[in-house]
């Protein structure tokens, strides 16, 4: 064999080992890296995001800010972004839709974007009429969607990710409370086999009941659920309110769906729901046990 020859074999061999290295260092990392957690610290960060936009009432610039920074958070995930423009009550609805494909979902995941106009329920009566920050009552339940489109494995049942336009105005005049979720329904051409919605979920002090209008099957799944991951002292496997929420309309339409609560709040449509009343642990223990749940489908 010549010195060319041999010159030319070499750096065959070299060029193969090298390939193979490089294979074999990007399947190490791959494994290594695994798939991407749920966040309770970016879910925090999140809520925040969300209030330093300023109120979030509908018509609103921080309304359309929130729109606008969803859909670049939830297109970046990888889901596509549809928006259902509607009216109610003479008031322009926005319903952000997050779905991965064109197929059916089996799950629709909800919670509420907006804001309340007036923080009536502030025990300081000069603070009545100024809006509600929404750390809790909206953007809790906003970031553990993001989070999950961020974290829920691409092999999971067909997902969708909705986000409620006009929930939380009512006893206000020309206002009605769930507007978005029943605008949406309204027009659902389908029946998913469950509707989840998240509300009020990241107090620091979270103690979510089963809710009392929800569907009891359903519910009990996702309690138990919670128990099997070591959630069981915030979901608390005992009946206390009943409430109309998002879920309504579904329920309405003969769809089984469950609230996911937290009514005792004290900051409830207050001035001080602010994110320091937010915990990163409470969005922890909601997001880990709606993708476990997801997962068991």
């Given at each position: 064999m010549?010195k060319?020859?041999?010159a030319?074999?070499?750096?065959?061999?070299?060029?193969?080992l090298?390939l193979?290295?490089?294979?074999?260092?990007?399947?190490?990392?791959?494994v290594?890296?695994?798939?991407?957690m749920?966040?309770?610290?970016?879910?925090?960060?999140?809520?925040?995001t969300?209030?330093?936009?300023?109120?979030?009432?509908?018509?609103?610039?921080?309304?359309?800010?929130v729109?606008e920074?969803?859909?670049?958070?939830?297109?970046?995930?990888?889901?596509?972004?549809?928006?259902?423009?509607?009216?109610?009550m003479?008031?322009?609805?926005?319903?952000?839709i997050?779905?991965?494909?064109?197929?059916v979902?089996q799950?629709?995941?909800g919670a509420?974007?907006?804001?309340?106009?007036f923080?009536?329920?502030?025990?300081?009566?000069?603070?009545?009429?100024?809006?509600?920050?929404?750390?809790n009552?909206?953007?809790?339940?906003?970031?553990?969607?993001?989070?999950?489109?961020?974290?829920?494995?691409?092999?999971?049942?067909?997902?969708?990710?909705?986000?409620f336009?006009?929930?939380?105005?009512?006893?206000?005049?020309?206002?009605?409370?769930?507007?978005?979720?029943?605008a949406?329904?309204?027009?659902?051409?389908?029946?998913?086999?469950?509707?989840?919605?998240?509300?009020?979920i990241?107090?620091?002090?979270?103690?979510?009941?089963?809710?009392?209008?929800?569907d009891?099957?359903?519910?009990?799944?996702?309690?138990?659920?919670?128990?099997?991951?070591?959630?069981?002292?915030?979901?608390?496997?005992?009946?206390?309110?009943s409430?109309l929420?998002?879920?309504?309309p579904?329920?309405?339409?003969?769809?089984?769906?469950?609230?996911i609560?937290?009514?005792?709040?004290?900051?409830?449509?207050?001035?001080?729901?602010?994110?320091?009343?937010?915990?990163?642990?409470?969005?922890?223990?909601?997001?880990?046990?709606?993708?476990?749940w997801?997962?068991?489908?």
């Open positions: 010549t060319r020859a041999t030319l074999y070499l750096t065959i061999i070299a060029l193969l090298g193979i290295l490089l294979w074999y260092t990007a399947s190490f990392l791959t290594e890296a695994g798939p991407v749920f966040d309770g610290q970016r879910a925090l960060t999140d809520v925040q969300q209030v330093a936009f300023g109120p979030r009432i509908p018509g609103t610039e921080g309304h359309a800010q729109r920074w969803m859909r670049e958070e939830l297109e970046s995930a990888g889901w596509i972004v549809e928006v259902q423009e509607t009216e109610a003479g008031h322009p609805i926005f319903n952000i997050a779905k991965r494909s064109g197929e979902p799950i629709i995941i509420h974007y907006d804001s309340r106009i923080a009536d329920h502030d025990p300081d009566p000069a603070k009545q009429k100024e809006p509600v920050p929404a750390a009552d909206g953007a809790s339940g906003i970031a553990v969607l993001l989070e999950l489109a961020r974290t829920m494995p691409k092999d999971s049942v067909p997902v969708w990710l909705v986000f336009d006009a929930e939380d105005n009512g006893r206000i005049e020309g206002w009605d409370w769930i507007l978005g979720s029943r949406f329904v309204n027009e659902l051409e389908f029946k998913p086999q469950a509707a989840i919605i998240v509300d009020m990241g107090d620091a002090d979270l103690n979510i009941y089963l809710e009392g209008n929800s009891k099957p359903l519910r009990t799944e996702i309690w138990n659920t919670a128990a099997s991951l070591g959630h069981d002292a915030v979901f608390i496997a005992q009946e206390k309110h409430m929420d998002d879920h309504t579904f329920l309405e339409a003969g769809i089984p769906a469950v609230d609560i937290d009514f005792d709040y004290p900051y409830w449509h207050t001035t001080e729901d602010t994110p320091d009343k937010v915990s990163a642990e409470s969005l922890q223990a909601v997001g880990e046990t709606l993708l476990a997801i997962a068991s489908r």
